[in-house]
Structures are given as C-alpha cells and as structure tokens.
Nanobody, 123 residues
Framework: QVQVVESGGGLVQAGGSLGLSCAAS????????MGWYRQAPGKQRELVAA???????SYADSVKGRFTISRHNAKNTVYLTMNSLKPEDTAVYYC?????????????????WGQGTQVTVSS
C-alpha cells in the first residue's frame, strides 16, 4: 500500500516562516507531479505549488516570491518552504502525489493525498 504523510505546520506570527514536508512510501514505481494544496474554512481547496519529476515548478499568484516547493526524488519527498507568511495563508495544507504503482501485476498511476496539516498565521 502507498502512504503519503505530511509533517510540519503549526502556529506562526505574520511575517514568519514555516516548512512542510511530505513523504510517500510503499510499493512505488515512480512519482510524477507532487504538489501542495490548501483549504481555508468555507473555501474550496486550491493549488498552492506543484513540482514535476524533472523539477519544474508552478505557484499560485498569491504565494509567488514567498513560498518555495522542492523535492528529493530518491526520498520520495516534497517540501514547501513558506516565508513572509500572512494571516490569509491560514489553512489546512494537503500534499498530493501522482504515484505510479504496480497492483496485482498491473501498472497504474493514482493520485494520493496526505491527511492534511494545519498552518495558522496570527496577525
């Protein structure tokens, strides 16, 4: 079975920094894109940042210049470094990974989500 587990997050004052990490484990053949999403109370889940297996990155306009996504392919891990945090960054942050796996002799690609980690930025 494949698992995706996040760590990090917490409470920080506006202007501060936090780091998130997300590790995938299990019977993984390869991982394509990995990304971070967030969902604030009463709002839809939105893409924050994504990174391909080759290292190409994309960011939501609201976090450009403040957040950095990176990954360690050998460790099946993706990171999100968040600087200059704002109260509007408060949300539950979720990791997503497009994982290629072999199940019952067949290779397939599935999207896996982490359990979510709370990030709270106080003003």
């Amino acid at each position: 079975q494949v698992q995706v587990v996040e760590s990090g997050g917490g409470l920080v004052q506006a202007g501060g920094s936090l780091g998130l990490s997300c590790a995938a484990s299990g019977r993984i053949l390869s991982i394509n894109a990995m990304g971070w999403y967030r969902q604030a109370p009463g709002k839809q889940r939105e893409l924050v940042a994504a990174i391909t297996s080759g290292g190409s990155t994309s960011y939501a306009d609201s976090v450009k210049g403040r957040f950095t996504i990176s990954r360690h392919n050998a460790k099946n891990t993706v990171y999100l470094t968040m600087n200059s945090l704002k109260p509007e960054d408060t949300a539950v942050y979720y990791c997503n990974a497009e994982i290629q796996e072999r199940t019952m002799g067949m290779v397939s690609t599935r999207s896996y989500w982490g359990q979510g980690t709370q990030v709270t930025v106080s003003s």
